[in-house]
């Protein structure tokens, strides 16, 4: 009975893997560089990454649940497609897929709609999923706290419609949760899809004016131009994925990202606590040094 976690090392999955150790889950690992992490005592892992056929073969054996997420890359579907075949190919119907808020909407941007059609396949292939949709991770501003900090500027462009960000822990708690109900079904669950979101639907200027309070100087919000943000971005990413994130962040000015009805709720039921706060994690990295 064992759990096999990838993208195990990043903001998401390390959190998920520490969830389902405190949890008494059997965890398996697949990571590239084996050293990058210390994995919790217990945790087994596996070398190898999700276009290595017999690596993925090998870190399948054993394995009755996955958790997938895998990281946006220009070659992301394609890990997904085999990932998933490989589940199948070894016996695995159990799966928490990491995929994104609105990606049957947002198919314009890549990544949406490569998760889109990680979605479809787990429905096609009939595996038994809980498919889970993170809004904008509040993570993120960890990339930027330095601009924020030192120029006074709130600089991603989220819109006046309002983003509900989420903390990474929380969606790695509620995936740790949801792996674990998978792997001790009796029998094969229904596909169910979670909006995973946070308690606080925000705006370009209310962000900044969370900055402002919790530094106690101006912070102005740096507007709504996604193909300024792309140019920024350009400067030390690659194109295409600046161009990406141009994409995304002319959804948010459009659209936003705003939970439905019950989101919320759902969630804290799900926890059994509140979900973490905007303010909360601005208030903790700026506090560190």
């Known amino acids: 009975m064992t759990i096999l976690v990838t993208g195990s090392t990043g903001r998401v999955g390390r959190h998920v893997v520490n969830q389902l150790v405190q949890r008494g889950a059997q965890v398996r690992v697949l990571t590239r560089d084996p050293l990058k992490v210390q994995f919790p005592a217990g ?18 054996k054993g394995v009755t649940t996955l958790f997938l997420l895998n990281a946006v890359t220009g070659d992301e579907f394609a890990q997904a497609i085999i990932t998933l075949n490989i589940a199948r190919e070894a016996g695995v119907e159990r799966v928490v897929y990491l995929s994104v808020f609105e990606a049957d909407r947002a198919v314009n941007v ?24 993170p809004t904008y991770f509040i993570d993120n501003e960890l990339m930027i706290k330095d601009v924020i900090v030192n120029y006074g500027v709130y600089p991603m462009p989220i819109g006046s419609k309002g983003v509900a960000m989420v903390d990474a822990r929380d969606i790695a708690e509620i995936a740790a949760i949801e792996l674990i109900r998978r792997e001790k079904a009796p029998g094969k669950l229904p596909i169910e899809t979670i909006n995973v979101v946070g308690p606080d639907t925000l705006t370009g200027l209310q962000v900044a004016t969370i900055w402002s309070d919790i ?13 300024g943000f792309e140019q920024n971005m350009a400067s030390f990413m690659p194109k295409w994925t600046a161009y990406e ?17 019950g989101d919320v709720e759902r969630l804290t039921r799900i926890l059994g606590r509140p979900l973490h ?3 909360d994690f601005a208030t903790e990295i700026t506090a560190v040094a």
């Open 43 to 60: 945790v087994e892992v596996a070398q190898g990454d999700m276009l290595d056929i017999d690596a993925l073969r090998a870190a399948f």
């Open 110 to 133: 890549p990544h949406f709609a490569v998760k889109f059609g990680a979605e479809r396949m787990l429905e096609q292939m009939g595996f038994s999923a809980t498919i889970l949709r």
């Open 215 to 227: 530094l106690g100087r101006p912070i102005v919000y740096g507007g709504d131009d996604p193909s």
């Open 245 to 261: 994130m141009r994409l995304m962040a002319e959804r948010y000015v459009s659209d936003g990202m705003i939970p439905e009805r």
């Open 277 to 279: 706060t905007y303010r």
